[in-house]
């Protein structure tokens, strides 16, 4: 099984700034990943697949980067909306989440 | 637009069996598969099993198998997720998922497991 490990476990960043979450697959999952958006007591919501490509929608400011084992989801200009928290999925093998990165906004 | 419409909250004791329904609308039922995701306290988001909705079989997560059946009824367009053997570890949010059709997820059914 592909292991997805995200970090970090927590962020806390201020409005208008920049948040970077990390993802790492435990074998290359070449760029067969998505990423998620959940709120609380929601379903997950999807924000990118193929590592780099926003799902329809999903505004400009989520961007995502990777391929093989590791791969990065990019906020920029955070708003306060954007407090969730984001898994990563490989869908190369099965499909494996990661643990979630909850990003706290100041 | 495309809705997964889930049945409602669970309480069921340890040992027993829950089923899990899960109406689809909004597109052609038999053209994608349904996935099946959990969500425990604490614990990553974790796919069971998947089944295609066209020819009904299933695929099972080896966590999950002989444990979980999958079926649908292509007539009402519904999807079912049958859990038996329940144990408080199963408590847990279960989702239905069409991952394929644009990615879109039902609301969520609570299952409770407790004595």
């Known amino acids: 099984e592909v292991v997805m490990m995200q970090s970090p476990a927590t962020l806390s960043v201020s409005p208008g700034e920049r948040a970077t979450l990390s993802c790492r697959a435990s074998q290359s999952v070449s760029n067969n990943v998505a990423w998620y958006q959940q709120k609380p007591g929601q379903a997950p919501k999807l924000l990118i697949h193929?590592?780099?490509t926003r799902a329809t929608g999903i505004p400009a400011r989520f961007s995502g980067s990777g391929s093989g084992t590791d791969f990065t989801l990019t906020i920029s200009s955070l708003q306060s909306e954007d407090s969730a928290v984001y898994f990563c999925?490989?869908?190369?093998?099965?499909?494996?989440f990661g643990q979630g990165t909850k990003l706290e906004i100041k | 637009q495309v809705q997964l419409v889930q049945s409602g909250a669970e309480v069921t004791k340890p040992g027993a069996s829950v089923k899990v329904s899960c109406k689809a609308s909004g597109y052609t039922f038999t053209t994608y598969a349904m996935h099946w995701v959990r969500q425990a306290p604490g614990q990553r988001l974790e796919l069971m099993a998947w089944i295609n909705t066209g020819s009904g079989d299933a695929t099972y997560s080896p966590k999950f198998q002989g444990r979980v059946t999958i079926t649908r009824d292509t007539s009402a367009s519904t999807a079912y997720m049958e859990l038996s053997s329940l144990r408080s570890e199963d408590t847990a949010v279960y989702y239905c998922a069409c991952l394929d059709c644009g990615d879109y997820w039902g609301q969520g059914t609570l299952v409770t497991v407790s004595s």
């Open positions: 193929g590592a780099s």
């Open positions: 999925q490989q869908y190369n093998s099965w499909r494996t």
